[in-house]
Antibody, heavy 122, light 107 residues
């Protein structure tokens, strides 16, 4: 069965960095576009970033552009989110989510991980 | 960015009720709309894609309709397991955007 397992969350001070990971199993990871979606405490869902299945194209929400980097290692079935210059407003549960098995992502999500909490606080 | 507006934000209903949630897009998104269910402390779960296509394994009491700018999610015969939050999401144009959510509560 499809599984996505995130890790790497924690408490970090404003301005510092953190790297999240998401390991996929139960499917051919290299065939799927992958996303990060976040949810601030008590709030709704916000898309963060997408990476194509081959890793050659990446797109970001304006709120994280130039601070966050989405990466993948298809040999390790792993998706990453490198988060730099973190702000208090980045506090959220971060989910990785799977797109469709196409080179160009469809931008909707059929499987989600359980999420990892990132708290940015001094 | 395309703005998605859901109504109501909270809905009180009883087991067995027929429930309808509305989602409106700020511009036409054709049928490129998905619906998700989220329970407290859990990840969202895909219910509907392409406005009306039921995801595999999702009970048939869930249905979606609409196109253009107005969409609905209907639960026909609310079950205890359905008390949760529901989100619509457009994928017509990047960035993908979500509605603010509808919380379905026990009456």
């Amino acid at each position: 069965q499809v599984q996505l397992v995130e890790s790497g969350g924690g408490v970090v001070q404003p301005g510092r960095s953190l790297r999240l990971s998401c390991v996929g199993s139960g499917f051919t990871f290299s065939n799927f576009g992958m996303h990060w979606v976040r949810q601030a405490p008590g709030k709704g869902l916000e898309w963060v970033a997408v990476i194509w299945s081959d890793g050659n194209h990446k797109y970001y929400a304006d709120s994280v552009k130039d601070r966050f980097t989405i990466l993948r290692d298809n040999s390790k079935n792993t998706l990453y989110l490198q988060m730099d210059s973190l702000r208090v407003e980045d506090t959220a549960v971060y989910y990785c989510a799977r797109d469709r098995p196409t080179l160009v992502p469809d931008l909707w999500f059929d499987y989600w991980g359980q999420g990892t909490l990132v708290t940015v606080s001094s | 960015d395309i703005q998605m507006t859901q109504s109501p934000s909270t809905l009180s209903a009883s087991v067995g009720d027929r429930v309808t949630i509305t989602c409106r897009a700020s511009q036409s998104i054709s049928s490129w709309l998905a619906w998700y269910q989220q329970k407290p402390g859990k990840a969202p779960n895909l219910l509907i894609y392409k406005a009306s296509s039921l995801e595999s394994g999702v009970p048939s009491r869930f249905s979606g309709s609409g196109s253009g700018t107005e969409f609905t999610l209907t639960i026909s015969g609310l079950q205890p397991d359905d008390f949760a939050s529901y989100y619509c999401q457009q994928y017509n144009r990047s960035p993908p955007t979500f509605g603010g959510g509808t919380k379905v509560e026990i009456k």
